[in-house]
C-alpha cells in the first residue's frame, strides 16, 4: 500500500467530541512542533455548541513558512465515533487515520487505501483512571503521546510544555506526562515509528510568537490607551474583550489604590455597547467594543451617528459566515460592505485590514490614534480565523515614549486665548478636520452641542439646505485627508501582467499560490489591502496591470464592488476568487483559478482530481 | 414658541454663590409649542443650578429623540450637550460618565423615547445606578410625529385624534422602584415648587435619580378627555409631601413637626426634608413607594413627590470599582505598560 512520505509538510486533523478538553491536547501537539522550529497553523473548526457535538482541530505543519489552510488531511485523529464514517473519507490516499480500537472498527469504514494506526484509548484509560472525568481529559493526552512516537515529536519538548502549561500546578505535571508516555509506548510497542510522515527539529519560525488575533487585539487596546469597553457577547469576538479583561487585571490597577484605570461593561445589546463607546469617546476616554456579523448590524444607526456628528469611535469585527446566524463559528470576509457604508444616508467608514496577530495589535492600537485624528469610526475586519486561532506572528512590539495622537482638541487654555468663536465644524485648517472640546474644559467657552441633526459650523441646529450641503462636503474632504492618513497597501512585486489583490486572512494562502504559480511561470504582482478608503497606490495597481484578480471570503464579491465603486474601475476588469463555505480560503484554490483564467481554459473540471480536495 | 427674549438684564440680578446670575444658566430659545411642559421643565432645571450653584459646564446634557429631547439646547448653554439617537441616551450617558466621574450627567427623555423604543436602555441604567438625574418628560403622546399614543397614555385616555387608548400603560417610576433604581420621584411641569427642590435632590444624590415628570402636551394632549392634559393632572394630583432641599452649607433652620416628616442625607452632606402628607409613606421603602402608587391610581389620582431614595446607593464606578481619577485624565504612563512587558509576554507565547 502507498505510504505518504513526508518530513515538514503534512496536515493533520483531529476529529473530537466538544466539551472534552481535546482542544488544549491539540494545542500541545501544534505547540510541540512549534517548538521544534516548525511553522505550524492550527485551526480549530468547532461548533455553536458547548458540549456533546463533532469539533475538527486542523495543524498544517510547512517548513517553508505556508501557513495558509493547504486543504487535504495527511493524518487524522479520529477520537469521535459520531463523525467517523465522514472522517475517515476525508483522509488522502496513502495517508493515516489514528482510531480509537477499543472496540473493533465497523467494517464497512475500513478503506484500503489507507494506513489503519489502533491505538486501544478507552482501554488505557479504563485501566489507568478511576474518575470518569480523567479518562476523557488524559484520552486526549495520550493520543498526544502517542503521535509523539508516531510522528518523532521530541519527547523533551511535550514534558516542557506541560511544566509550562500547569505553572503553579505542579502536581498536574506527572499525571499529565504519564498520560504522553502511555501513548508513546503504546505506538512505540505496536507500530513501526516513525510512520512515513514525521518531523524533524529546523530552525525556521525564528522568534515568532503562537497567538490568536483576538488576545494580540486586546492587548493592542490596551497598549493603545482605551479606558472602556463596553461590549455583548458574540462568537467570534467575545475572546476581545476577555483578552482586554485578563491582561488589564494584571497591567491596568493602580498600584496605590488597587482601582481599575479601566472599565468594562458588559452591554445589554450591541446598540448599547457602541452607544456607551461613543459617549465615553466625546467625553474624552479612548474607548472601543469588539462585535461580529449581527452586531454590525445593530450597531449601523450609532455608526451613522459617530459618522455625522464626528465622535471617534472604534469598534472590532470579528468577522463569521453571515447572513443572519449564518455558521456563527465559521470564518468569512462577509461584513465588508455592511461595515464600509454602515449606516443609512450617505456614509462611509474608516476600515482596517490585519492579517496576522501583530497587525491585529498594531492595528488596534493605531485605530484609536486614527479614530481620534480623523474624528470618525475605525472598524478593524478581522475574521474568526485570525481571531480565534493561535496564528503564527512577529512577536510584539512598542516603541516605548510613543505618544498617544489625541487629534484636533481644544483644551482649557487654548480655550481661553481665542479671540473668535468657537465653531465645533469649522474647517479652519483646510484638511476637513474641525477642532473639538472635551465637556467640562471651560466655564465660558467651547461648549458645543453634539446632534445627529443637521447643523451650522457652530453646531446650531439649521435645516438650510446650504450649510447641510457644505458640511457633508466637509465630510468628503475628510474623507480624503483619510485616505493619505490609513496604512497603505503593501505591494510586493512590478512590472507583471497579473495582479492579484487580497487582504485579512486570504494572505498566506495568495502568497503560497503566488510561489507555485511562479514555479509554473506565470509570474504574478500582489497588493494587500490594509485599509479603506483606498488610497492612490489601489487605483496605480488596478490601472498598471491587465488582469487584476480580488480574492476574498465571501459570496457576493463585496471587495470588489468596493473597488469598482470607489476606484472608478470597470467591474470586468476584476475577475474574483472567492470562498465561502466558512473554511479559510487555501492555496489551492487560488492557485487554481488563477491558472484556468491565465491559460485561457476557464472551465471548472467536471470532477476535480484526488488531493484537490477541500 | 418664544419669538424673542428681551437681552436686557437688570444690573441688580441676584448672583449666585459663584457669581453666576440665572442667565448663565439659560440655553438657547426654545422652539417648543407655547405652554409647552417641557419648557417649564427647562425653567426648573435652570432654577435649580443656579441655585445650586453649579458651575454650568461641568454638567453634560443628554438626550434622545423627541421633543423632550430637544430641551437640552434650552438650558445649560454653556454645558456641553448630546442629542443622541432616539430611545439610546442611557448608553451614551454611561458611556460619557465611565470617562469622567466628576461631572454631573443631566439626562433628559419622554416617554416615547423612554418607554418604548428605549426601554430597554431605560431599565439597564438603573441595574447599574448610573450616577446622573434621568427626567422623563411625560406627556403619554408622541408630539414631534403628531399625537399616536405613547406607551404611558392611560386606559382610555384619548388625544385629540379623540381615539381612547386600549393599552395598559407603564408606569415608569414604578418600573424604577422594582428594578432598584436609588431614587424615584415624580412631578407635574405645573408645580415648579415641588419640581426644583426634587431636581437639587436629584442632582444630589449618587446613583441613579429619576424622576417622572408628567408634562402635557398642549397642541396633541391636552383635550378633556386626556389624563395627561393640564386639567385633569391638576384635578387628581395628590403629592406624597412637601421636599425642602437643604445643601450642605446651609443650616437647617426650619422645625418639623414629629411623625409628620422624614429626613434623609446624602453621600455630599446635604438633607432632603419630606414633609409627609400620607404617614404611610416610607422614603426608605420601595414597596410603600409601588403600594401607595396602586394606591393612588386606584383612586383616580396622581401621586407626585419624592417617592424613594436609598442614600446609602453605589453608584456604577463604586461597583464596579474604577479609579478615582477621571478615566479620560489618564495618560500614556498611567496606560501603557511598554515594550519590557511585551517582551516578557513574547517570550510566554514561543
Same mark, same amino acid.
Given at each position: ?276 463607546? +461613543? ?295 476584476? +475577475? ?39 | ?350
Amino acid at each position: 500500500m502507498n505510504r505518504i512520505q513526508a518530513v515538514n509538510d503534512f496536515v493533520i486533523k483531529f476529529a473530537n467530541v466538544n466539551g472534552t478538553g481535546s482542544a488544549s491536547a491539540n494545542n500541545m501537539f501544534a505547540k510541540a512542533l512549534f517548538r521544534m522550529g516548525l511553522p505550524v497553523s492550527p485551526k480549530n473548526i468547532f461548533p455553536s455548541n458547548i458540549q456533546g457535538l463533532p469539533t475538527w482541530f486542523e495543524v498544517r505543519v510547512n517548513e517553508k513558512g505556508y501557513l495558509g489552510r493547504r486543504g487535504g488531511v495527511d493524518i487524522m485523529v479520529c477520537v469521535n465515533p459520531q463523525s467517523m464514517a465522514k472522517d475517515i473519507r476525508e483522509v488522502e490516499p496513502g495517508g493515516y487515520f489514528l482510531y480509537d480500537s477499543s472496540k473493533p472498527l465497523d467494517i464497512r469504514m475500513v478503506r484500503s487505501d489507507i494506513n489503519m494506526i489502533g491505538v486501544p484509548l478507552t482501554d488505557i484509560c479504563t485501566r489507568e483512571y478511576a474518575d470518569p472525568r480523567q479518562r476523557q481529559l488524559f484520552r486526549n493526552i495520550i493520543y498526544v503521546g502517542a503521535l509523539a512516537a508516531l510522528l518523532d515529536i521530541e519527547f523533551d519538548v511535550l514534558t516542557g510544555i506541560v511544566s509550562d502549561q500547569f505553572r503553579g500546578k505542579e502536581k498536574l505535571v506527572v499525571p499529565n506526562v504519564h498520560a504522553l508516555e502511555l501513548g508513546y509506548h503504546y505506538a512505540r510497542e505496536n507500530y513501526e515509528c516513525p510512520i512515513g510522515i514525521r518531523v524533524e527539529r529546523r530552525n525556521e519560525v525564528g522568534d515568532k510568537i503562537l497567538i490568536d488575533g483576538n488576545t494580540a487585539a486586546s492587548l493592542g487596546a490596551i497598549y493603545g490607551g482605551a479606558t472602556v469597553a463596553a461590549w455583548y457577547p458574540i462568537t467570534p469576538s467575545t475572546s476581545v474583550v476577555d483578552g482586554f479583561d485578563k491582561y488589564c487585571k494584571r497591567l491596568r490597577i493602580d498600584p496605590g489604590s488597587g482601582n481599575k484605570n479601566y472599565a468594562i461593561v458588559q452591554a445589554e445589546d450591541e446598540l448599547a455597547a457602541i452607544g456607551m463607546v +461613543i459617549g465615553a469617546s466625546w467625553n474624552g476616554a479612548r474607548a472601543f467594543t469588539a462585535t461580529s456579523g449581527p452586531g454590525i448590524s445593530l450597531m449601523s444607526e450609532f455608526l451613522g451617528l459617530a459618522y455625522f456628528a464626528e465622535i471617534p469611535t472604534v469598534l472590532i469585527d470579528v468577522q463569521r459566515a453571515g447572513p443572519s446566524t449564518g455558521m456563527p463559528t465559521r470564518t468569512q470576509q462577509s461584513d465588508v460592505l455592511a461595515c464600509a457604508y454602515a449606516s443609512h444616508g450617505d456614509t462611509k467608514q474608516v476600515l482596517l485590514f490585519p492579517s496576522t496577530p501583530k497587525e491585529c495589535f498594531d492595528m488596534t492600537a493605531e485605530a484609536f490614534d486614527l479614530a481620534e485624528t480623523l474624528q470618525t469610526p475605525i472598524i478593524m475586519l478581522t475574521d474568526l480565523d485570525l481571531g480565534m486561532n493561535d496564528n503564527m506572528s512577529e512577536p510584539l512590539t512598542w516603541e516605548d515614549g510613543r505618544q498617544y495622537k489625541r487629534g484636533k482638541v481644544l483644551n482649557e487654555e487654548q480655550l481661553e486665548n481665542m479671540s473668535e468663536r468657537f465653531g465645533r465644524y469649522l474647517d479652519s485648517d483646510g484638511d476637513g478636520i474641525p477642532y473639538r472640546t472635551y465637556p467640562g474644559t471651560h466655564p465660558t467657552k467651547g461648549a458645543f452641542f453634539t446632534r445627529g441633526t443637521s447643523r451650522d459650523e457652530y453646531a446650531v441646529y439649521t435645516e438650510d439646505g446650504a450649510e447641510y450641503e457644505k458640511n457633508m462636503q466637509r465630510l468628503l474632504k475628510k474623507w480624503e485627508t483619510a485616505k493619505d492618513t490609513v496604512p497603505a497597501p503593501e505591494i510586493i512585486g512590478t512590472g507583471n501582467s497579473v495582479g492579484v489583490i487580497h487582504f485579512g486572512t486570504s494572505a498566506d494562502s495568495t502568497m503560497e499560490a503566488i510561489d507555485y504559480l511562479a514555479e509554473e511561470g506565470i509570474k504574478v504582482d500582489s497588493l494587500r489591502l490594509k485599509a479603506f478608503p483606498f488610497n492612490k497606490a489601489v487605483d496605480d495597481f488596478i490601472a498598471s496591470h491587465d488582469t487584476v484578480f480580488v480574492i476574498e471570503q465571501n459570496r457576493d464579491a463585496q471587495m470588489k464592488s468596493l473597488l469598482v465603486n470607489e476606484c472608478e474601475v470597470s467591474p470586468k476588469d476584476l +475577475i474574483s476568487i472567492l470562498n465561502y463555505d466558512g473554511m479559510p480560503i487555501t492555496a489551492r484554490k487560488i492557485h487554481e483559478r488563477i491558472v484556468a483564467v491565465v491559460r485561457g481554459d476557464n472551465v471548472t473540471p467536471l470532477h476535480k482530481k484526488a488531493g484537490n480536495k477541500e | 414658541m418664544t419669538y424673542q427674549r428681551p437681552n436686557f438684564r437688570h444690573p441688580n440680578l441676584p448672583v449666585n454663590e459663584l457669581g453666576y446670575t440665572r442667565k448663565d444658566y439659560e440655553g438657547a430659545l426654545s422652539t417648543l409649542c407655547a405652554g409647552c411642559g417641557h419648557d417649564s421643565i427647562s425653567a426648573a432645571i435652570v432654577q435649580a443650578c443656579f441655585e445650586m450653584s453649579i458651575e454650568p459646564h461641568k454638567v453634560a446634557k443628554l438626550s434622545g429623540i423627541g421633543c423632550s429631547s430637544k430641551t437640552p439646547t434650552y438650558f445649560l448653554g454653556n454645558s456641553h450637550g448630546f442629542n443622541s439617537v432616539h430611545g439610546r441616551m442611557p448608553s451614551v450617558a454611561t458611556g460619557a460618565n465611565l470617562a469622567n466621574r466628576e461631572m454631573i450627567y443631566v439626562g433628559v427623555s419622554g416617554d416615547g423615547d423612554t418607554a418604548s423604543i428605549g426601554m430597554g436602555q431605560f431599565t439597564h441604567a438603573v441595574r447599574r445606578n448610573l450616577n446622573m438625574m434621568y427626567v422623563v418628560e411625560n406627556n403619554g403622546c408622541y408630539g414631534l410625529t403628531k399625537g399616536q399614543d405613547s406607551a404611558t397614555a392611560d386606559v382610555g385616555s384619548a388625544s385629540k385624534k379623540g381615539e381612547p387608548n386600549p393599552f395598559e400603560p407603564i408606569d415608569l417610576a414604578s418600573v424604577a422602584l422594582q428594578l432598584g433604581a436609588t431614587f424615584v420621584a415624580r412631578s407635574f411641569s405645573g408645580d415648579r415648587a415641588q419640581l426644583v427642590p426634587l431636581i437639587k435632590a436629584a442632582i444630589s444624590h449618587r446613583g441613579f435619580a429619576f424622576i417622572d415628570v408628567i408634562s402635557p402636551c398642549v397642541t396633541f394632549n391636552n383635550n378633556p378627555a386626556s389624563t395627561k392634559g393640564y386639567e385633569h393632572v391638576r384635578d387628581h394630583l395628590a403629592a406624597t409631601g412637601t421636599v425642602d432641599f437643604v445643601p450642605v452649607k446651609q443650616e437647617i433652620t426650619t422645625s418639623y413637626p414629629e411623625g409628620e416628616s422624614q429626613e434623609v442625607t446624602l453621600h455630599d452632606g446635604s438633607v432632603v426634608h419630606l414633609q409627609k402628607a400620607d404617614p404611610e409613606l416610607d422614603i426608605n421603602s420601595r414597596r410603600s413607594a409601588l403600594r401607595l402608587i396602586k394606591d393612588y391610581k386606584a383612586k383616580d389620582q396622581i401621586l407626585t413627590g419624592l417617592l424613594f431614595m436609598d442614600e446609602d446607593s453605589r453608584d456604577l464606578h463604586e461597583i464596579i470599582g474604577t479609579s478615582n481619577k477621571p478615566l479620560r485624565s489618564l495618560n500614556e504612563s498611567d496606560l501603557c505598560p511598554g515594550q519590557k512587558v511585551l517582551d516578557n509576554l513574547n517570550e510566554s507565547l514561543r
